[in-house]
């Protein structure tokens, strides 16, 4: 109880503490890392959004302003082109007469002087007539005020040439072109079958020029605007010419515009060279479709990777033209800015927000510190109040003034306490009544126990002796009152074998059969002067010789508490006493046994001898020959009956075990039995009956046959006291003969028919009956394989049933040999 | 949207199909016995009876039809828009066409006061014809006209703003240097040129 698990609980108020703390800074976190998140996600979309729109909204200004600067171009050189003597003169050079021969070789030598770079050659060409009228229009004489060309536009110009309806160079300004250009996309292009296009060419390197350079090609048509009779070039410079108007749109660090062609090739950049492809080709498509539109593309074109916000938008006129049709190109307009410097607001904000946010959490964390402490200060009392109620140490009650359910939940805990102390004080009293009536029946228990002159011991499951009583202390010389646990064999001085045994059964639980080794019941009948030969020690099984005593022993099971093992009792009985009466009772009993037989004996042969000796007297002082021979009877006469002792007391010893059984008729045993008794017994009041089935010829020895039957006879004779009935039967079974002698005698009674077959046992006067009588005759019986029984109802007379096997072998069983009437002994 | 590019191109080859059988039919009936050549003046009358027909069922049943479904409308700038040709750009276009088949006639569209300068007539006997014919719509101007040494047959016919949307166009287009077109009015005119050789 006093030891409360005090490392648990500070960790437990820590724990509910920052708990609540990180609770609510989580509540307040989450929804300001949502809040935060999407009010940036909204915010970068919005910018992305209306910076898109911007962009494109510039890219569409940038692009008509870009289509205007090349329509004017266009318009300035289709000026030119519309020039009256220019066209008569190309009129003229197509409806010079076709001598092919002669204009080819004269074609021929030009070039040739041409391409040599002749004097000849080139002034023919550079200084003739148009080519005069091209320095005047390039001038700009021609030109209205208000239509000349601004100087940057005219110095981009680098080559101004017309060629005639062949493809031939006719006139040429400024750079020195090429003689023919039948064959070039640009003059084929504006050419067109003769019906004239305009074609502006997409951007190439020109080597001679030195500068990546875009060609307006404007037809020249006849005077009817029939068909074309010649072709105008103007060869530009794109860097120069487009410069002035691309590199004025700045905006921010790095917002401008650009103008690329359909195939990304960059034709004027602040910060491209021109003539390089966009850095990622993958943006050509993205940005170069026919409509003004913003994208939001994976780089920005120009060598970085971020994501850009890209707008663009095609110059519509001029798209037309490229390469002849919209189709075969395009050019577009491409505003862009850095991705960071669009999102630079917005991650300025993000970066205030969050030091904002920050300083919230801060203050949350501190203000939930605070709150927490609000909180569990009163719990922590509660659980301390809770813990003392666990040790019943509240004393004073909870002071919780908080005004809420934690002020409620202390009351409740007051109340709880109240109830708990007014529970626990009843609780008690019973306790202790119970305890004393606990310790008073130990006490009982340990009074009887000790009183108990038995010793007694209680073994737990290791051996260990638990508890002796004082019988047990006095026997085994245990001094201390309050013993220690002592083993068992600390206290029992046994040799091993014993040891051995009395652990085998401990751990057997004790529970030895004691029926297992009880002894077979003696079948064979028993001399019972003859010396007990198999007569085993009687406590060979359950005795225990300690030192010089002996102890009957008994275990028995003791339950115990649940959760315990069960501890087995021992108890010892000193049986070294009682065997020593037993033996000298045993001893006693055979000496009286002796003496009685021997009184019988002496009785028996007594009375008839002191007769012999009186009439031997008699006949000594006897004359008369009548009376000696008349005493001389008596004197055979109690001869015969002192060898009729004899031969009783002889015959049951030992006697004729090996004398050959013959058939002999029960009937005429019977008979013979009855003659017997007769001579010897007052039969003048018995009746005597016989029932014989006839002729019932059983295996046995004549003789000892008839003086069973006799015995059994002069039993019943004696039991009728002069009247009654006497019934023999005789019966016959498959394998037994039956003879049945029935008295009408007064009976047996219940306690001594248990004991008529001991040997002594009797119930006539000293001196009348040895007590061997039926013994003998169970002897004989048994002798001969059948058995005797004795079935007697008190006052009803007795009935002894002798069963004797018949003569199986012999099929003849009629002819029994007559029965050998044996001379006595 | 690009099959109306289709359909605009499908009707082009159509009508010129249409119109160089109509020109081959010239030669057999010059080769019939006992027929002269035809003249000039009805090739371009045939001619122009064509343009107006094609332009008129264009105009009515594909422009109006369309844009009146809201499925596309014809603008200016009908390649870049993915739309329709304006009627007069039909008109043009389909011109361009067959100049560019080298069967030798042509035609366009000239005003005296176009959108583009390159519409405007070309020579002064254009000029003449669109200001009489705005007086005398009723007659195309004829007449053989010279370019150098070639000669050419020339008949321009008076060209009206057929519908609303030729009218509002002009009179709105930034570049149109005339913004008071009324529907039904000469416009302009179609100039067919057949070479003479």
Redesign the interface.
């Known amino acids: 109880m006093s030891t409360t698990p005090t490392p648990a609980t500070p960790a437990t108020h820590f724990g509910l503490k920052a708990k609540l703390i990180l609770w609510m800074v989580f509540v307040g976190v989450v929804p300001l890392v949502v809040g935060l998140g999407m009010a940036f996600w909204q915010g970068s979309r919005e910018i992305r959004e209306v910076s898109g729109e911007s962009f494109k909204a510039l890219a569409m200004e940038a692009a008509r302003k870009l289509d205007l600067l090349v329509a004017e171009e266009i318009a300035h050189t289709a000026r030119i082109a519309n020039d009256p003597a220019i066209i008569r003169e190309l009129e003229r050079r197509r409806d010079a007469p076709h001598d092919r021969n002669i204009e080819n070789q004269a074609t021929t030598d030009l070039e040739q002087g041409w391409a040599a770079g002749e004097p000849a050659a080139i002034k023919s060409i550079m200084e003739n007539p148009l080519s005069a009228a091209l320095q005047e229009h390039y001038t700009g004489i021609h030109s209205a005020p208000g239509q000349l060309q601004p100087q940057v536009v005219r110095a981009s110009t680098k080559r101004l040439f017309l060629t005639d309806s062949h493809g031939t160079l006719v006139a040429a300004m400024g750079e020195k072109p090429d003689f023919r250009h039948d064959h070039t996309p640009w003059w084929q292009g504006a050419f067109h079958k003769a019906v004239g296009r305009l074609y502006i060419e997409d951007l190439r390197f020109d080597e001679k020029v030195n500068a990546y350079v875009f060609t307006i090609s404007v037809p020249v048509m006849d005077s009817l605007r029939y068909e074309v009779v010649g072709v105008l070039h103007r060869v530009i410079d794109a860097k120069q010419f487009f410069s002035p108007s691309t590199h004025a749109i700045r905006f921010g660090k790095t917002g401008h515009v650009m103008l690329i062609d359909s195939n990304g090739i960059v034709i004027s950049c602040p910060i491209l060279p021109t003539g390089v492809s966009l850095s990622d080709r993958n943006l050509v498509p993205l940005v170069t479709p026919l409509q003004p539109d913003w994208v939001e593309a994976s780089s920005d074109g120009h060598g970085g990777q971020s994501t850009s916000v890209i707008g663009f938008a095609p110059l519509p006129e001029t798209s037309r033209a490229t390469n002849g049709s919209i189709e075969n190109g395009s050019w577009h307009t491409f505003v862009w800015q850095a991705s960071d410097e669009i999102f630079a607001p917005i991650q300025h904000l993000f970066t205030w927000v969050t030091v904002f946010g920050a300083v919230a959490v801060a203050l949350l964390a501190s203000l939930g510190f605070a709150a927490a402490g609000r909180i569990v200060t009163p719990v922590r009392q509660l659980q301390q109040a809770a813990q003392a109620i666990g040790r019943s140490e509240l004393r004073t009650p909870i002071e919780i003034r908080t005004g809420d359910e934690l002020e409620d939940l202390a009351d409740e805990f007051n109340r709880m306490n109240q109830q708990l102390n007014a529970a626990f004080a009843g609780l008690t009293d019973q306790v202790e009544l119970k305890t004393q009536e606990v310790q008073v029946l130990q006490q009982s228990t340990d009074q009887i126990l000790d009183a108990v002159p038995t010793p007694i011991l209680l073994i737990d499951a290791d051996e260990v002796v638990q508890y002796i009583n004082r019988a047990a202390r006095e026997s085994f010389q245990i001094q201390q009152e309050p013993m220690s646990p002592v083993p068992l064999f600390d206290i029992l001085s046994l040799d091993a074998a014993a040891q051995k045994q009395l652990r085998q059964e401990f751990h057997s639980g004790g529970s030895r059969s004691t029926l297992k080794d009880r002894p077979e019941p003696d079948a064979a009948p028993r001399d019972p002067l003859a010396p007990a030969a198999d007569h085993r020690p009687l406590g060979g099984r359950s005795e225990l010789h300690i030192g010089s005593r002996v102890y009957h022993y008994q275990w028995f099971r003791l339950p115990t508490r649940p959760g315990h093992q069960d501890s087995i009792g021992l108890v010892l009985r000193d049986t070294t006493d009682d065997s020593r009466l037993h033996d000298q009772l045993v001893q006693a009993e055979k000496t009286g046994s002796l003496g009685v037989l021997t009184a019988g004996i002496g009785h028996e042969l007594n009375n008839p001898l002191f007769s012999i000796v009186g009439l031997g007297e008699a006949i000594e002082e006897e004359q008369s020959l009548e009376r000696v021979k008349t005493y001389a009877r008596d004197i055979v006469a109690h001869g015969r009956r002192m060898a009729n002792v004899i031969r009783d007391f002889t015959g049951v010893t030992n006697r004729d075990a090996l004398d050959q059984q013959v058939p002999v008729s029960l009937e005429e045993e019977l008979d013979q039995a009855l003659a017997t008794v007769e001579t010897a017994a007052d039969m003048k009041g018995i009746a005597v009956q016989k029932n014989y089935a006839g002729n019932v010829c059983v295996l046995a020895q004549s003789d000892q046959l008839r003086q069973a039957l006799a015995n059994l006879m002069t039993n019943a004779v004696q039991a009728m006291k002069g009247t009654g009935t006497l019934t023999l039967t005789t019966g016959l079974s498959d394998r037994t003969g039956t003879a049945t002698i029935a008295d009408s005698g007064p009976g047996i009674s219940k306690q001594h028919l248990s004991k008529i077959f001991d040997p002594f046992f009797t119930t006539k006067e000293q001196g009348e009956g040895s007590g061997l009588g039926l013994t003998v005759v169970r002897r004989i019986i048994r002798k001969f394989g059948g058995d005797v029984r004795i079935e007697s109802t008190e006052g009803q007379g007795t009935t002894c049933i002798v069963t004797v096997p018949i003569v199986t072998a012999a099929p003849e069983r009629t002819p029994c040999a007559p029965s050998a009437t044996h001379s006595e002994p | 949207m690009r099959s109306i590019r289709y359909t605009f191109r499908t009707i082009a080859i159509a009508l010129l199909i249409g119109w160089l059988w109509a020109g081959a039919s010239v030669p057999f009936a010059k080769d019939a016995p006992g027929t002269a050549g035809i003249p000039p003046e009805k090739v371009a009358d045939y001619l122009h009876a064509v343009l107006e027909a094609d332009r008129t069922i264009y105009t009515t049943y594909i422009v109006n039809r369309m844009q009146g479904k809201g499925i596309v409308s014809a603008t200016e700038?009908w390649?870049?828009?993915?739309a329709l040709p304006l009627p007069a750009q039909f008109l043009q276009h389909s011109g361009?066409i067959v100049?560019?088949s080298?069967s030798g006639i042509?035609y366009?569209l000239i005003g005296l006061w176009p959108i583009y300068?390159?519409n405007a007539p070309?020579?002064e006997f254009e000029r003449k014809a669109l200001d009489t014919l705005r007086r005398q719509p009723e007659r195309p101007i004829t007449g053989l006209?010279?370019?150098?040494?070639?000669q050419?047959f020339?008949a321009i016919y008076p060209d009206r703003a057929v519908s609303t949307a030729c009218v509002t166009c002009h009179n709105s287009h930034p570049l149109s240097p005339k913004q008071n077109f009324q529907l039904n009015e000469v416009m302009g005119g179609i100039a067919i040129?057949i070479?003479l050789e």
Do not use: C, L
């Not at chain 2, 390649?79 to 993915?82: A, G, K, P, S």
């Not at chain 2, 006209?145 to 070639?150: D, H």
């Open positions: 700038h390649e870049q828009d993915n361009r100049a560019e080298g042509r366009r300068q390159r070309a020579t006209v010279t370019s150098g040494k070639k050419y020339q040129t070479p």
